[in-house]
């Protein structure tokens, strides 16, 4: 099996160009919104993998167009030292990034870049309400210091202490603690949503018989063990495989359900608002 | 100097100038530059019927308004900062009488500079100027903020004034030292001899740098992403947003094609400036080596001061890249390692060679491309002349992530299908980064007198010798440069690569933004080291080639008086 590792944003891009002579038979680990896209664009075809039954509903695409593999919850990325400095706990709600102590000090993903931003965006809506979200971010962008380009980006400054904190998908963030910098991973107790790492196949394929085969083990609880194996931090989706990462533990965690489709209509008209209201 | 040199006469045999040749150029360049610009425009209005409306955002909409005149300034401010930091470089390394390792060392400082490894050079200068960097906790500064158009117009003007340098460079190389002496032996004031002899002969290679900077800014996407903040949008960021983030492929390759106006409005201009006027110094008739009258120590030290100034911040930002390779978690574990490295060379070793022999092919096709394309631009005055110039230009001006999906539009599927091999990639960076080899060379072209070519011809020699044994010598400098060029970009540029590398051509540039992607900075910071080591070594090769070549180099009147300009 060969493979190429871009962004969700970059393979839609490429796979839509390529609708014509398909050069990959598999997209595997985007986030679903981009499913949802594609599959406007008709570069998808329905597929359920075997097995993939067992995964719960709302982690599936109904017609089959993509399966989930894995969940990742947003969550709140500080510097240890900063908070300590400024003597403040880890953030525990949305309300508290409005601290003027984080002035010009938040690291937030454009979101138009990123599956992060428009996962935050989709937080704050469900958690609440859309006008409420709006608001609300038009105040948080006094403490904002930069939009990132790409979801993880932020991590790197905040762990080495030039930014004060951010929010970002469980995965970078872990990843960086893991990296043994003194961060800080908390949630906002009025909840948060959780990307969905999906994999579907391509309308046309050239080899679509090994493709089934891919989709049909990495639906199955073998690849998804792979995840704790690599101590790469998703929450997999097959009720078949448990966790031994504490830090990947969501029961204390309000995870909000995000309906992928209502996401996927909602997705632009969202973004292009908060385009219009925060940015400008 | 000064006097009108007639043009080379148009009853000569010649051999670029025959039709077989002109056809075969503008073939090539009707299928690897317009015909992937009419696939994407046709892919631009397959869509629902918004294609127009897309189209005609960046004056519609007020947003994407902001960014277009944004993107304007930005190019205007980089194209006029970065070429007059290439020729102080330039002028301080052929005109102050540094000792030869003093040339060389401020030479490797532009190439340093020219490398700028994706992603990590970015990352290089927050660290060094972000909030709580290097330079603004040594000068307390804390609440400074580097973002928005200061740090996008310092970070792009960084890595593209060595585009000035080496443009100007062969310029004033070959801009006869005597000429200036001369003016001051007459009594000229420093600035007037600047003002009134140096500057005026420079003017084709101000200009072609000028254009080369305006269109690297133009169509730079990644540099005002990481260095731009929330409030300086640029139209190629929001068109790479516009594609990647909001999924919509169409509106985003539309909104690009509005690019091409100022890029063409620049190339007219810059056309209008130079044309009717002549800047030939170089001239078969002999001077005699005058007496060198230095410039004043002033102008001396304080060019001096600059470049120096320059160069240190430049070796800070490298330095920060060099150290983070060598060691395990920057800021929590500062020990030394070499696992970085042993993690290039072993899992990206495949990528290193793929991207080796690319950058190798696509330097040669695309010097022979800048060669002939500039020879047969020079020779065909007027319009058609112009259309093949400007049309040469047009890859270039695009920003590469437009290029590099109408590229996979047009050779994915159709008449050629190109897709997944080693050829689209070799085309890509060929027809895209031969434009600095391209306006090298005919502003080099410019310096020469017509009359050197025709008293060649005149004596009977054919026109392909008279190119080999006169022509080629004397823009040598104008081929290397575009050589560095092509063989550096086509080494270090990803934006467009990322569409067209495929599960067997895989390039370093595309591993480094994995490593990025990965947080794991250490690792991209060690593939960057590398890559400037290649470079290095390239450039190295690029001038033992042409020193075996052409054993004499470009000398100028006078024997000796170029050596001394030469750019290392």
């Known amino acids: ?27 595997f680990g985007g986030i679903a919104d981009a499913f949802v896209a594609g599959k406007k664009e008709d570069v998808f075809e329905p597929y359920v993998p075997k097995g993939a039954e067992a995964i719960p509903d709302k982690y599936r695409d109904g017609e089959g167009y993509w399966t989930g593999v894995a969940i990742d919850p947003i969550c709140f990325l500080f510097n240890a030292s900063f908070l300590k400095e400024h003597n403040l706990k880890a953030p525990d709600s949305w309300a508290d990034l409005l601290n003027p102590a984080f002035k010009n000090g938040l690291l937030m993903a454009d979101a138009r870049t990123s599956g992060t931003a428009v996962s935050r965006l989709f937080s704050l809506v469900l958690a609440l309400g859309e ?100 101590k790469i931090n998703l929450i997999p989706t097959h009720p078949e495989v448990s966790l031994e990462n504490p830090a990947l533990d969501m ?29 400008r | 100097m000064g006097e009108r040199n007639p043009p080379l006469e148009k009853n000569l045999p010649s051999f670029w100038g025959g039709r077989i040749f002109e056809g075969t150029i503008w073939l090539l360049l009707g299928l690897f530059v317009l015909y992937p610009l009419f696939r994407l425009l ?30 304007l300034i930005l190019a205007l401010s980089v194209g006029t900062l970065g070429t007059a930091l290439g020729f102080l470089f330039a002028w301080g390394v052929t005109r102050i009488p540094l000792p030869r390792g003093g040339r060389i060392f401020f030479s490797s400082v532009t190439v340093l500079a020219f490398v700028s490894p994706p992603f990590t050079g970015s990352i290089a200068l927050t660290l060094v100027l972000g909030p709580g960097g290097i330079l603004p906790e040594l000068l307390h500064l804390s609440n400074f903020s580097i973002y928005g158009f200061p740090g996008t117009l310092l970070a792009e003007t960084l890595t593209y004034f060595p585009l000035a340098f080496l443009t100007l460079g062969g310029i004033l190389g070959a801009l006869d030292p005597s000429l200036e002496d001369a003016a001051r032996s007459l009594g000229s004031t420093e600035g007037r001899v600047f003002r009134t002899v140096t500057l005026p002969l420079c003017v084709p290679g101000l200009a072609a740098s000028f254009l080369l900077l305006f269109a690297e800014s133009l169509a730079d996407f990644a540099t005002p992403l990481v260095m731009g903040g929330k409030s300086f949008p640029v139209l190629p960021t929001e068109i ?45 008739r002999e001077t005699p080596p005058s007496r060198r009258v230095l410039p004043s120590r002033r102008v001396k030290w ?206 370093v540039t595309v591993r480094i933004l994995q490593a990025m992607t990965e947080l794991l900075f250490a690792e991209a910071a060690a593939f960057s080291v590398v890559l400037i080591l290649i470079v290095f070594t390239a450039i190295g090769g690029i001038n033992l080639f042409f020193r075996l070549l052409f054993p004499s180099g470009r000398k100028g009147p006078g024997g000796d008086t170029l050596s001394h300009g030469q750019v290392e």
């Open chain 2, 42 to 71: 046709l892919l631009v209005f397959s869509g629902d019927g918004a294609a127009l409306g897309n189209l005609l955002r960046p004056f519609t909409d007020s947003y994407a308004r902001r960014a277009l005149v944004n993107s």
């Open chain 2, 302 to 507: 304080a060019v001096l001061g600059v470049i120096s100034f320059v160069t240190l911040f430049i070796f800070l930002l490298y330095g920060t890249i060099l150290l983070s390779s060598f060691v395990k978690v920057w800021g929590v574990d500062n020990s030394f390692t070499l696992d970085n490295y042993r993690f290039v060379f072993t899992t990206g070793l495949n990528s290193i060679t793929d991207s080796l022999l690319i950058a190798l092919t696509a330097t040669f096709f695309g010097t022979l491309l800048a060669l002939s394309v500039a020879l047969l631009a020079a020779e065909r005055k007027g319009k058609r002349g112009g259309a093949l110039e400007f049309v040469s230009l047009l890859n270039y001006v695009l920003p590469g992530t437009v290029l590099g999906i109408a590229y996979l539009v047009a050779f994915n599927s159709g008449p050629i299908v190109l897709t997944g091999t080693m050829t689209i990639l070799v085309a890509l960076c060929a027809f895209r980064y031969d434009a600095a080899g391209i306006r090298a060379i005919l502003a080099s072209l410019r310096q020469i007198d017509p009359s050197l070519e025709e008293a060649s011809l005149g004596l009977g020699a054919s026109r392909l010798t008279t190119l080999r044994r006169i022509t080629l010598p004397l823009i040598l400098p104008a081929v290397k440069t575009g050589m560095r060029y092509l063989f550096t970009v086509s080494l270090t540029a990803i934006s467009a690569v990322i569409f067209l590398v495929s599960v067997d051509w895989s390039l």
């Open chain 2, 240 to 284: 790479y947003l516009q594609i990647t983030g909001m999924y919509d492929l169409r509106g985003g390759a539309a909104m690009a094609f509005v690019l091409l106006l100022p890029a063409l409005g620049v190339f007219l201009l810059q056309r209008h400036r130079t044309n009717g006027r002549s800047y030939v110094t170089v001239t078969g």
């Open chain 1, 131 to 230: 006008d409420e979200a709006f608001a609300y971010q038009k105040k948080l962008d006094e403490n904002v210091q930069q939009y990132t380009e790409s979801g993880a980006g932020g991590a790197l400054p905040i762990a080495r202490g030039q930014a004060a904190g951010g929010i970002f998908f469980i995965v970078d963030a872990l990843e960086i603690q893991q990296k043994g910098y003194d961060v800080v991973i908390s949630y906002p107790k009025e909840g948060v949503v959780y990307g969905v790492e999906a994999m579907g196949l391509i309308r046309g394929a050239k080899n679509p018989s090994v493709a089934k085969k891919f989709l049909d083990w990495a639906a199955g609880p073998g690849m998804q063990r792979i995840y704790e194996e690599k």
């Open chain 1, 1 to 27: 099996m060969k493979y190429l590792r871009f962004s969700s944003g970059e393979v839609l891009a490429r796979i839509i160009a390529e609708k014509d002579n398909p050069q990959v038979d598999v997209f």
């Open chain 1, 251 to 279: 029961k204390d965690v309000r995870l909000l359900d995000l309906d992928i489709e209502w996401s996927g209509e909602n997705r632009k008209r969202l973004v292009e608002r908060w385009v219009k209201e925060i940015l």
